[in-house]
Antibody, heavy 120, light 112 residues
Framework: QVQLVESGGGVVQPGRSLRLSCAAS????????MHWVRQAPGKGLEWVAI????????YYVDSVKGRFTISRDNSKNTLYLQMNSLTADDTAVYYC?????????????WGQGILVTVSS | DVVMTQSPLSLPVTLGQPASISCRFS???????????LNWFQQRPGQSPRRLIY???NRDSGVPDRFSGSGSGTDFTLKISRVEAEDVGVYYC?????????FGQGTKLEIK
């Protein structure tokens, strides 16, 4: 079955960096685009970034452009989110989710989420 | 960016009664490939979101048939025919037609 497992979260000081990972299994990872979505404490869902199945294209929400980088290693079935210049507004649970494409639609599978807390 | 309005934000429902959630958009969600990328998600307390409906009206595997999605263009609706206790949670619509992808504000469904 499809599994997405995030890791790499924790407490980080403002201005510092953190890299999240999302290990995928149960499907052919290299055939699917992937997303990062975040949820601030007690708030709604916010789409963060998408990467094409082969890494050839990437899009970001304006609030993270220039600070966050989405990437993937298809040989390791792993998705990444490099987060730089973190601020308190980046405090959230971060989810990775699969892009099902034109046939299957977006966000068909989600990970369990990983908490990132930006605090001094 | 596309402006979206989800309503109501709070939805108290009696067990066994129907429920309905609306999402409206400032632009049509019809894409040039003929699809309309409008999804519905359920997030139970303490859990990850779960997709219920994709491309307006397609129910995901394992989703009870009391959940249904409808709509076109700029107006969309999620309906629950008879609310059960396990339906408690927050429901989100999401559009994937226009960048950036956006989620609705969320509707908190509770049992009266």
């Amino acid at each position: 079955q499809v599994q997405l497992v995030e890791s790499g979260g924790g407490v980080v000081q403002p201005g510092r960096s953190l890299r999240l990972s999302c290990a995928a299994s149960g499907f052919n990872f290299s055939n699917y685009g992937m997303h990062w979505v975040r949820q601030a404490p007690g708030k709604g869902l916010e789409w963060v970034a998408i990467i094409w199945h082969d890494g050839s294209d990437k899009y970001y929400v304006d609030s993270v452009k220039g600070r966050f980088t989405i990437s993937r290693d298809n040989s390791k079935n792993t998705l990444y989110l490099q987060m730089n210049s973190l601020t308190a507004d980046d405090t959230a649970v971060y989810y990775c989710a699969r892009e099902g494409g034109a046939a299957g639609g977006s966000f068909d599978y989600w990970g369990q989420g990983i908490l990132v807390t930006v605090s001094s | 960016d596309v402006v979206m309005t989800q309503s109501p934000l709070s939805l108290p429902v009696t067990l066994g009664q129907p429920a309905s959630i609306s999402c409206r958009f400032s632009q049509s969600l019809a894409y040039r490939d003929g699809n309309t990328y409008l999804n519905w998600f359920q997030q139970r307390p303490g859990q990850s979101p779960r997709r219920l409906i994709y491309k307006v009206s397609n129910r995901d595997s394992g989703v009870p048939d009391r959940f249904s999605g409808s709509g076109s263009g700029t107006d969309f609706t999620l309906k629950i025919s008879r609310v059960e206790a396990e339906d408690v949670g927050v429901y989100y619509c999401m559009q994937g037609t226009h960048w950036p992808y956006t989620f609705g504000q969320g509707t908190k469904l509770e049992i009266k």
